[in-house]
Each structure stands twice: as structure tokens, then as C-alpha cells.
């Protein structure tokens, strides 16, 4: 593909790289809530993890190709898994999140990250006991649009897309959307939208920016580096920072299940361990970072190049956003990406709380029934990475409060 100035534009398009949801990626995942469908994986999984004993489990990371796997992949390929005494196995990089449920499911993979509020639907609408022991990084995401768009405003009667439907993207995305009036429907593109109106469709990430150039989309809302590569291709511009709407929010989290945490408290005491030193090393190395990342790293864990990797790991001067009006608070003083493992409940809860008010398709009725206090307790674990934070240098070496404990900043 080209731009106006015919000059070659890099856009991922590999089918490694398509890590979206497209519908039967939802059908395979709601399929996962009914017992017949499930029982097969289940058995599957517990057969898997029966056949090691104790910690010789071996790590099996599953991914997709998004800065928010950083933490996993730094740690596979700084060999800090290896520093804590575990075997590993080579990441396996997933097309989708129903790909990547599926195999975490049947035990074929046995460490993930996972969108937060997904989470919340393998728990409690699957009903597969996993939890939440760590957040893999905040913020990382951002809503890019058309160049020709200046305001969210100017998105009515437009499409835009959203990688999954239980996703703080979609969250947000909505917040500024009934910030500014406009109405969420899902008609899919090319339906006729009246001036107020917003039609969201899922998309894969890596189709997203072909889709903006091509103009079938007004914009679309994910986690890094597609962003970065509508910018750097041209094809678009950041209207708005994730993180500048909800402030160091948690995008995608580290899920185990619940038998390793149980059966395996040591191995799982080792796998947090090595996934928090990464995320150390990585905010203070973040041109490494992205190095290690690219499709010219050592083990090319993504098929993304460095510029955009760069652009988001490591650039720091933003005060062309700010005279945009891309930055709303500029006094939040944040990261473009930045990384943090201390899963705070005070999230969980109002996590809970937006995506109750949040329009999703598919079966959604377990999302009534969830209280939030009980979600903040029940879905995440968070002793092992309390002894993981302490080890590392505490919570001051990430920047967080002495006491773990914060109140949510939501400003559309």
C-alpha cells in the first residue's frame, strides 16, 4: 500500500499478527460457557498439568503481538524465567484472543495475558477458574482517526472499530462517546447512521489501519503499536491517549488458573517473579525493550518493526500532542506505555462497575449478577506478586504508593 506521496507504507498484515476477534472468534469463546463445549478442554487441561509434578511444570507462554505481552516476552528473552529455577518452552504467538482462551483452556499454554475485562467473562461467564495475578502494564493504547477528524464530536454517523467487545478500549471509547453525545449502535460498516449515531465493529487489530487508510472506518480504538503504525504510515493521528481518559488503567493482565496457584504455589511464586523483573528492566530500558520486541530482535516475537516500537516505548516529548489537545492532562504526567504489576482492587471494582453500563453483544446476563467488592476480591490473586514487588525494590521502585492502595481517575 502507498500513501498520496507514493511512498511505501509498512502495515502489518501478516496472519500472525491478526490478534482481533472477528465474529466466530466470539462464537468459539460464548461456546466455551456451555458445559459440553468446555468439558473437552477442561480434561484436556487438567491431563496436561497432571503430568508434571511439583514445579517441573514448564512456562508455556501464549501471546499475542501487542505491546501489552512486553513483560512475558522481555522475560522469556532476558532469560529471567530460567534465573528462577523454570523450564520454558519457545512463546507461542496466537492469531486471536478465542485462539488464545481456547489453548490456555486445554493447557497447551499455562501463562497469558488477557484483556481486564475479559477476564471477567472467562471467570464468571465461562466459569473457568483462572485469576488475575498481575497486570502486565498500564495504559498502551490509544483512539486514532481519520486525519481528517479533529474532535470525537466529528466521529457521529461514522464507523469505528474496537478489538473485542469486553475490552477497556471498548469501555473507554464509549465513555467519550456519551461524553459527547453520541449514540452506540452496531449496524457494521456501510450502514446508514444517523448524525448522533456511532456504529462500532470488531475488528482485527492488524486490519485496522488498511481499513482507516482505505477510509471504510472513520477510527479505531486498541493497544500499541498499531497507533503508532497509522502515524508513522500517515494514514492517521491519535485523537486521544486511553491513558489520558482513565488514568494508568490496566489493559491486559497476567491470568494463570486456578490449579497452578493452588497445586503449584512455588511455580507460580517464580513465574510472578520473573514477569515483575521484566517489567522493571523494561522501564528503564525501553529502546531494548523494543528491540528485543521487533521483527530484527533475536527471536522476533512480533512482526512489527522498530520505529513504532520505538515510538511507543521510548519516546518521551510529547508536547506536540499537548498543542493538539490530544494530552487533556498533561499534570497526570504519564508514560505513553509504562509498566506496573500491582493489580490495584479499586480498578477491578470500577472495571466492573463501566462495563455493566458498557453496550457488548453476545450473552452478557453474568455481568448483572457481579458485585463489584466481591469481583476485586475473588477474580485476582495477589499474594505472589506483593512478595514479587518487595523482592524487586518495592512498590517505590514502580512508582506506587507504599500502602497499594489508590483512587480511580476516570476524565473523559
Known sequence: MTNQNNQNIHICASSDCDCGMSRRDFLRMSALATAGAAAPLLFAGD?????????????KIGYLPITDAAPLL?????????????????????????????????????????????TLWVRYGSKFPAKVVAWNHVNGSGLTVLNEINSVADLGGKTVAIPFWYSIHNILLQKLLAAHKLTVVTRG???????????????????????LASKSIAGYIVAEPFNALAETAGVGKILRFSGDVWKNHACCVTFL???????????????????VNAQLWSRSNQVETA????????????????????KVLAVTDY????????????????RRI???????????????????????????????????????????????????????????????????????????
Open 74 to 118: 522481555v522475560a522469556h528473552g532476558r532469560k529471567l524465567f530460567d534465573a528462577q529455577g523454570l523450564k520454558t518452552e519457545a512463546p507461542r504467538l496466537f492469531r486471536s484472543w478465542a485462539q488464545i482462551v481456547e489453548a490456555f483452556v486445554s493447557g497447551q499454554v499455562n501463562v497469558i495475558h488477557l484483556l481486564s475485562p475479559a
Open 189 to 211: 460498516r456501510g450502514a446508514d447512521l444517523k448524525k448522533n449515531e456511532v456504529s462500532l465493529v470488531v475488528m482485527a487489530p492488524s486490519e485496522m489501519v488498511s481499513a
Open 257 to 275: 488458573a486456578e490449579r497452578d496457584l493452588a497445586e503449584r504455589p512455588e511455580w507460580s511464586q517464580r513465574v510472578t517473579n520473573a514477569i
Open 338 to 412: 509504562d509498566f506496573q504489576p500491582y493489580p490495584f482492587a479499586s480498578y477491578t471494582e470500577e472495571m466492573v462497575r463501566a462495563l455493566v453500563q458498557t453496550k457488548v453483544e453476545g450473552d452478557n446476563k453474568f455481568l448483572a449478577g457481579l458485585d463489584p467488592k466481591f469481583v476485586a476480591r475473588d477474580l485476582v490473586d495477589d499474594r505472589f506478586v506483593r512478595k514479587s514487588i518487595a523482592a524487586a525494590g518495592g512498590p517505590a521502585a514502580f512508582g506506587l504508593p507504599a500502602n497499594l492502595l489508590r483512587t480511580e481517575t476516570v476524565a473523559v
Open 47 to 59: 491431563a496436561r498439568a497432571q503430568a508434571f509434578k511439583g514445579d517441573d511444570q514448564p512456562v
Open 291 to 310: 528491540k528485543l520486541l521487533s521483527s530484527s530482535g533475536p527471536n522476533r516475537y512480533t512482526p512489527h518493526q522498530l520505529q513504532p516500537l520505538t
Open 319 to 334: 508536547s506536540d500532542y499537548q498543542k493538539r489537545g490530544v494530552i487533556a492532562h498533561p499534570q497526570w504526567q504519564q
